[in-house]
């Protein structure tokens, strides 16, 4: 079993920054996939941005260029640094771990970010 905590959401101006961190547990965070996700108010899940145990990066079209995805092995943590913020951008954040060698997914619990004037 694997749990996830996000943190680092919050409110911010558009054109604004934030830092979403997230941290799992469990002795198997090296050889996971990492993602982001977002629910906006009135539409579905979706994926912003992931992280291979490669190292690979992808990211949604919609932020490209404005969001980076990172990891820390050693610490088992996630984290996505959000950049040139929009209104668009407001939902609720979520951090999801697959778990390869058992086909299993993960979530956090989420992170409100807001953006707005």
């Known amino acids: 079993q694997v749990t996830l905590v996000e943190s680092g959401g919050g409110w911010v101006q558009p054109g604004g920054s934030l830092k979403l961190s997230c941290a799992a547990s469990g002795d198997n965070f090296r050889i996971s996939s990492l993602y982001w996700y977002r629910q906006i108010v009135g539409k579905e899940r979706e994926v912003v941005a992931g992280i291979t145990t490669g190292f690979q990066r992808t990211y949604a079209d919609s932020v490209k260029g404005r969001f980076f995805i990172s990891r820390d092995n050693a610490k088992n943590m996630v984290y996505l640094q959000m950049d040139d913020l929009k209104p668009d951008d407001s939902a609720i954040y979520y951090c999801?771990?697959?778990?390869?060698?058992?086909?299993?997914?993960?979530w956090g619990q989420g992170t409100q970010v807001t953006v707005s004037s």
């Open positions: 999801k771990l697959i778990l390869h060698i058992y086909g299993s997914e993960y």
